[in-house]
């Protein structure tokens, strides 16, 4: 099918129309006048073909269920970069469902807006950012929750975003499994029970339990159950929740403060991601590591060389896109060069290990540019990061890129 949209900007709001014909997807965007347009492209494009291939027999044959796995930090933790792909993606592909949750709000943390969870006991709580000096093990959220009463009573909730349903009746829950950690049951509001998920239950990967629902719903209640003594406590790293459909997963795992090497000392992170079956990764980071003074160029890509062969030793074969981080601030005023190396570093490395790589810091107006996006209303006071309508402006451009990308590969007869 073709896809046309319109983006027309003005400082507070996005309106989008679209029109639907044959098999290429197009897309138009009117951008802001210190945007790169003609930038807006995917080097090394021939490495995310595997990918294309997945896309299109999905859109032709509406058989195959594949799934994006999106890593970041505070960029993507909020999801609004991120859920500009879903949506799009889903809507073209068709939608398997929300995907991976991570209960940021029961770990004290800003959350997406197209999930909503809560807790009815206060738990421990950390993100991976402390990995150096924690005694908790990290997973794949990049958070963990953990408490020893067994009360605990987390509720998961999807909202829907017209015409995407987010109602799922498959749970999968990613915690530490042992002897010594609680079993769990799943309920509805009214405390009915739907699953039970035994520890001792046989699983295909460790540290994880897996559930199906009777019904489709977007309401879950998980409940810690304390089965005999040995068992005193509870270690929650994420949640998934899909349908029985065919289409796409996007899958985000963002982390406020995190650098790449957070990720790859995270004990179970990598192991995790397995359960996920990404068809791609994307890999948004570098503002944080930009932030560090002094700069470290060596260290700093050693450090993305490591995430990059972590994920490609645990998905071989997955194609990886980079992006590399826009521009911002140092110390809310200062116009901070670091952003620029940190660009450079991505790039290079995208190049010399033939990853496909989205310039995000080029196209959106390069060194300097954070000016102009704050004169836009786009980049919110502590210069770092966007408002809502700036990041789903940078998710919008790279839906653009991955459509431009996409369509060059079935123009070319590859499929």
């Known amino acids: 099918m073709m896809l046309r949209v319109f983006i027309f900007w003005g400082i507070a709001m996005m309106q989008v129309a679209s029109v639907f014909s044959q098999d290429t997807l197009a897309f138009e965007l009117k951008l802001l006048p210190f945007i790169h347009q003609e930038r807006n492209e995917i080097v090394n ?139 769990y049951s799943l309920t509805d509001t009214s405390g009915n029970i739907l699953a039970i998920m035994n520890n001792s239950q046989m699983a295909k990967y460790p540290n994880v339990s897996e559930a199906m629902l009777p019904n489709y719903t977007n309401e879950i209640v998980l409940c810690a159950e304390r089965k005999d003594s040995v068992q005193v406590g509870s270690t929650i790293f994420g949640m998934m929740v899909e349908n029985d459909s065919s289409g796409v997963m996007l899958h985000t795992v963002g982390v406020n403060g995190a650098e790449a090497f957070h990720f790859v000392n995270a004990k179970y992170f990598a192991e995790q991601t397995k359960v996920l079956h990404p068809s791609c990764i994307i890999i948004s980071l570098g503002t944080n590591e930009a932030q560090r003074k002094p700069f470290d160029k060596l260290l700093t890509m050693a450090r993305l060389d490591s995430l990059v062969k972590l994920l490609q030793y645990t998905h071989p074969d997955i194609p990886i896109l980079l992006t590399t981080p826009p521009d911002s601030y140092y110390a809310r005023k200062y116009y901070n060069p670091s952003v620029a190396a940190m660009h450079s570093i991505i790039v290079d490395y995208a190049n010399d290990n033939n990853l496909a790589v989205w310039d995000l810091f080029s196209i959106a107006g390069g060194y300097k540019s954070c000016y102009q996006w704050k004169k836009y209303g786009l980049l919110r006071r502590d210069g770092v990061h966007f408002t809502r309508a700036g990041y789903e402006f940078q998710g919008s451009l790279l839906y653009k890129a991955l459509v431009k990308a996409y369509n060059q590969y079935v123009l070319a007869g590859h499929p």
Do not use: M, W
Not at 155 to 163: E, G, K, S, W
């Open 45 to 183: 494009t021939e490495s995310l073909y595997p990918f294309f291939k997945q896309l299109h027999q999905q859109k032709t044959e509406h058989q195959s269920r594949l799934s994006v796995l999106h890593i970041g930090d505070s960029h993507i933790q909020a999801d609004f970069i991120s859920a500009i792909l879903r949506i799009k993606l889903q809507k073209e592909f068709g939608n398997a469902g929300r995907g991976l949750i991570t209960p940021l709000r029961v770990a004290g943390s800003n959350e997406p807006f197209n999930y909503k969870t809560s807790g009815n006991i206060k738990c421990d709580h950390k993100r991976c950012v402390y990995v150096e000096d924690s005694v908790f093990e990290y997973g794949i959220g990049g958070h963990t929750i953990r408490t020893n009463n067994d009360s605990l009573r987390i509720r998961i909730r999807t909202f829907d975003y017209t015409p995407i349903n987010y109602g799922f009746n498959k749970f999968t829950l990613f915690h530490l499994k042992d002897s010594s950690s609680f079993n």
